[in-house]
């Protein structure tokens, strides 16, 4: 039995420092809502990401975690330093022993991106390092503009 499925009305409601205004368009097939921000500025945001409280913000420096495009600005900024259970060092560079090979990769926007395989560590880390100024540096200057410039917080 397949029954329609019916669209949660969200309008009114709070989430965090968001308060619903309306709905929006739909966001990768999903469905979003407009919300404005106690700061006074407006995001589209996933109704899921409302209502798990991943989003609870515009991404202002306001409560918790700023999340831009899937991308918490705070990570973004401690990503330069490894973890604990990192070996290589460097954040993003492993060791494939299956392969003989070191490994690349960087993570943005909720999606893990490989950066290429080498046989040398250095290059490695240069492919890594590389990625973080073209995609987490330039993100955080953006994020760093002036607050009507910014993204909207993650949809």
């Known amino acids: 039995m397949g029954g329609a499925r019916h669209k949660m009305d969200l309008t009114g409601q709070r989430y965090g420092s968001l308060t619903v205004t309306g709905p929006a368009e739909n966001v990768g097939g999903r469905t979003a809502w407009l919300c404005r921000c106690d700061c006074g500025r407006e995001a589209v945001v996933k109704t899921c990401h409302l209502r798990s409280g991943h989003t609870k913000s515009c991404g202002?420096?306001?409560?918790?975690?700023?999340?831009?495009?899937?991308?918490?600005?705070?990570?973004?900024?401690?990503?330069?330093?490894?973890?604990?259970?990192?070996?290589?060092?460097?954040?993003?560079?492993?060791?494939?022993?299956?392969?003989?090979l070191w490994r690349a990769a960087i993570c943005f926007k909720g999606q893990r991106l490989y950066l290429g395989s080498y046989?040398?560590?250095?290059?490695?880390?240069?492919?890594?390092?590389?990625?973080?100024?073209?995609?987490?540096?330039?993100?955080?200057d953006e994020y760093a503009r002036e607050p009507e410039k910014r993204p909207r917080a993650d949809s």
Request: aromatic share 6%; glycine share 10%; with cysteine.
């Open 119 to 140: 046989a040398r560590f250095e290059d490695a880390v240069e492919a890594r390092k590389r990625a973080e100024s073209e995609l987490h540096d330039k993100f955080i």
């Open 60 to 100: 202002c420096r306001g409560k918790g975690p700023a999340y831009i495009d899937g991308t918490c600005v705070e990570m973004l900024k401690a990503a330069k330093q490894a973890r604990k259970n990192n070996t290589s060092g460097v954040p993003g560079v492993d060791w494939r022993p299956t392969k003989g």
